[in-house]
């Protein structure tokens, strides 16, 4: 008599050929590790996010990031985890970054050792194909650490320059006497400091943060996210020397109304314009790109 071997059911074959899963667990064990090793970082980090208002969006950073990639997760979940011991050299490099940061009392270089570190245990646990799948929530993350104050101090100045010599020019327009010394408007009834808060570094920070978001969850295409970027930077420019303007003028009718709330209302009423300048500029490119492309195809 024979016996006829019973074939191997689907699901085993399947499961012997197919794809290796993420191995979720080695990841979140591997993280929590980095995370007890950089703790004295991130202390400090969300220290500054809840001190200081221009970094404030910090804490928005790595939820929206995070909730990103969780969107990606069907894709990600289809994708073969090939650990690749190259990992193990960015880990080296983030270690050695941190260790020079802290030699050198350098915050960004150990903040973003931090997130070279992150970039390395994905590469090491699961291969480059998904660290090129997370390659925007990653990136994005960027905006949770501070620009190294020297970078800071070169953009905040000319900034402040920028919002008053444009002020001094919009309030002479309108026939309301002004003059500018440095960033200090002179004006009949009393003087306008344009401070680094009054610089519009936090609108731009901010800004360029939210045009990425914006663009991922209402727009396709990929380039879109990078010129909405671009775009922020003349957006929070002009929206800020606007800001600067709209206080010298109330400061010369009714100064009361340029201090305290009001002038901190006016702050978020400015930022929520630049936001609705940013969908204007979205549409419009939009629109130009719909009939340059029917144009084409015709």
């Not at 990103?68 to 985890?81: D, G, H, K, S, V």
């Not at 969908?279 to 340059?292: L, P």
Request: hydrophobic share 55%; glycine share 6%; net charge neutral.
């Amino acid at each position: 008599m024979e016996f006829a071997a019973d074939p191997l059911p689907a699901t085993a074959s399947s499961a012997e050929t197919g794809p290796p899963p993420i191995p979720w667990v080695q990841i979140g064990v591997v993280f929590a590790l980095l995370v007890l090793c950089y703790f004295p970082v991130l202390r400090h980090l969300v220290g500054q996010w809840n001190n200081e208002p221009d970094y404030s969006h910090g804490f928005f950073v790595p939820v929206v990031a995070g909730y990103i990639a969780w969107t990606q997760r069907e894709q990600l979940l289809r994708m073969p985890a090939k650990a690749n011991l190259w990992g193990l050299a960015i880990l080296a490099w983030g270690a050695g970054q941190l260790i020079l940061g802290t030699v050198g009392a350098e915050l960004f270089l150990q903040r973003t050792a931090f997130l070279i570190s992150i970039v390395g245990c994905i590469y090491l646990l699961c291969g480059v194909a998904v660290v090129r799948k997370l390659a925007f929530p990653l990136v994005m993350l960027l905006f949770m650490v501070p620009p190294p104050q020297v970078v800071f101090n070169q953009i905040t100045f000319p900034l402040q320059l920028l919002a008053t010599r444009v002020a001094e020019w919009a309030l002479n327009a309108l026939n309301i006497p002004a003059l500018r010394d440095g960033n200090v408007l002179e004006l009949a009834n009393q003087k306008l400091s344009v401070v680094e808060a009054c610089s519009g570094i936090r609108s731009l920070l901010s800004l360029s943060f939210l045009s990425l978001v914006y663009a991922f969850f209402f727009d396709k295409k990929v380039w879109m996210r990078w010129v909405l970027f671009l775009f922020t930077i003349p957006i929070a420019i002009v929206a800020n020397a606007g800001r600067v303007t709209v206080t010298g003028i109330l400061s010369y009718y009714q100064p009361e109304l340029a201090q305290g709330f009001f002038h901190s209302l006016e702050g978020w009423v400015i930022f929520i314009v630049d936001l609705i300048f940013l969908m204007a500029v979205h549409q419009a490119i939009n629109f130009a790109y719909r009939r340059t492309h029917a144009t084409t195809i015709a």
